[in-house]
């Protein structure tokens, strides 16, 4: 049997690694390349598989690396680039790293002779979507393109997903990751982590079940109908915590006491973050079958048995030892949301807390953690702004006319084939941008005008003529007055 050979990046990250040990324990049906980026520390992470796959040694903002890579192989698996919580104190970097990675490749699949036969897979974000708390904590592909503020690494996700699904090429496919648990997460201490909102949720994804997908999505049994489509990766229904939930779980991991004895519940924003519970994640196990189902207190239990020895000690340093190490993180002056207070930085406190009048209501953990959330039987399901009841293959010109007008713009063909997704339409958005994009792009994916995503965010002025985004918007700023408030920095810069 010819084996299929794959090329791999990211292959030193969490998901990466993951997958290379999956595709490796099928190396009788795959030949494996990874383009890595030049370090001592990728050196001594992919010594162990030198003799097993071909390496390029290359940068993804290389073009001449990439077409290295590419050359030759069946598929693509893109999983690498900047990632949090590196992303997110490099934001100009990201930007460019994720965004150009994106391009490059697609320009060295195009060089192919069979371009049309290479699937090329790429690993989106559920940050695209941003801020997701109840009531809309019920989320499926084709709901807003939403990037919460300051959020640059979401922003470079939404923009290179474009570039592969507008790229023209015949099999691709974007699939939008969730959180990634896995044994280190338990050792991460950043600022960062008090930007999630306790009365947040999210569908995790394990390590485990993030590398079977990779291997999974080079069987022989994808169907046809799986490419240029958009879908949702998570572990399922024991996998949907809330972000109380999981600090509860995460502590115990570590040996710490309760999120009441270590935190208080002003150091967590209540806005701007992202993530949601899945309608749809179920659909990519149908096709790909990646989900080992472990339970999740179980799959907590496994972790902590992987951390360093010496977090057994923190069963030993009482509650008043650990709070005000806690505290040292949030005071971090340039992420630490306690540090945004005291440096008075009013547009962050704005975008994370409502307002500094709204952080002040905040006033025991008892308020914060005493909610209920709907079912998926109850969920709120966001409108498309079409009949999405009419299959796909049954879509015409007067739907993408109706989805067009949804988000406060208009389609300008005067026609289309019926069905056909793939070919650019003609666009106009309630600011007058003119644009080409695939109805794929626009109903399944959830984009819109790429110009007024770009930064700083305005989405005070955006929601007024779009009800397709305003039912997001509104729902998590009801208090939004005429005021048009701007979020972020034309032009980000990296802060280390």
């Not at 010819?2 to 990211?10: A, N, S």
């Not at 790229?167 to 691709?172: P, Y």
């Not at 179920?282 to 020895?309: C, G």
Request: hydrophobic letters at 40%; proline letters at 5%.
């Amino acid at each position: 049997m010819t084996k299929k050979r794959i090329l791999l990046t990211g292959a030193t990250g969490i998901m990466g690694t993951a997958g290379l040990k999956e595709l490796l324990a099928r190396d009788e049906q795959f030949d494996i390349t990874v383009l890595v980026l030049n370090s001592k520390q990728n050196r001594r992470k992919m010594a162990a598989y030198r003799d097993r796959i071909r390496i390029v040694w290359g940068d993804l903002r290389h073009y001449e690396d990439v077409l290295d890579a590419v050359t030759g192989v069946d598929y693509v698996l893109h999983v690498g680039g900047m990632v949090s919580p590196k992303a997110d104190y490099r934001p100009a970097t990201t930007l460019q790293v994720n965004v150009t990675a994106a391009e490059n490749i697609v320009r060295a699949v195009k060089a192919q002779p069979n371009a049309d036969a290479i699937r090329v897979v790429y690993i989106g974000s559920v940050a695209q979507t941003g801020d997701r708390r109840s009531p809309l904590h019920w989320g499926r592909c084709g709901d807003p393109i939403f990037p919460s503020m300051y959020d640059y690494y979401a922003i470079s996700k939404c923009r290179a997903e474009c570039i592969f699904a507008e790229s023209g090429l015949r099999h691709w496919v974007s699939l939008r990751q969730s959180g990634i648990l896995y044994p280190a997460l338990l050792k991460n201490m950043d600022p960062i982590m008090f930007h999630v909102p306790i009365q947040g949720v999210l569908e995790w994804a394990t390590v485990e079940d993030s590398g079977r997908l990779l291997a999974a999505v080079c069987g022989d049994d994808v169907p046809e109908d799986f490419w240029c489509r958009f879908y949702n990766i998570g572990s399922g229904a024991e996998y949907r915590l809330t972000n109380y939930d999981f600090e509860c779980l995460l502590l115990d991991a570590i040996n710490c006491p309760p999120p009441e004895k270590v935190f208080e519940p002003n150091w967590f924003a209540t806005h701007n973050f992202h993530g949601q519970w899945y309608l749809d994640s179920d659909r990519l196990e149908e096709i790909l079958h990646f989900r080992a189902n472990v339970p999740i207190k179980e799959y907590f239990r496994r972790m902590s048995r992987q951390t360093p020895w010496y977090f057994a000690l923190a069963k030993l340093a009482p509650a008043f030892i650990i709070k005000p190490f806690m505290l040292l993180i949030a005071n971090d002056k340039t992420f630490g949301t306690l540090g945004w207070l005291h440096h008075n930085n009013e547009p962050r406190i704005a975008a994370f807390f409502g307002s500094r009048e709204e952080r002040a209501k905040i006033k025991d953990w008892k308020q914060m953690t005493s909610f209920q959330l709907a079912d998926a039987e109850h969920a709120v399901r966001l409108d498309h702004g079409y009949d999405e009841n009419r299959p796909t293959a049954q879509l015409t010109i007067e739907d993408m006319r109706s989805a067009a007008a949804f988000r406060g713009g208009e389609c300008l063909s005067e026609n289309m084939t019926t069905g056909d997704l793939r070919t650019p339409l003609t666009w106009r958005c309630a600011h007058g941008h003119t644009f080409e994009a695939s109805p794929a792009l626009i109903l399944l994916g959830g984009h819109w005008c790429e110009e007024c995503l770009a930064t700083p965010w305005r989405y005070d002025e955006l929601a007024v003529k779009s009800p397709f985004l305003a039912q997001v918007w509104r729902a998590m700023h009801p208090a939004t007055t005429n005021e048009m408030r701007v979020y972020g920095e034309a032009n980000p810069t990296d802060y280390r």
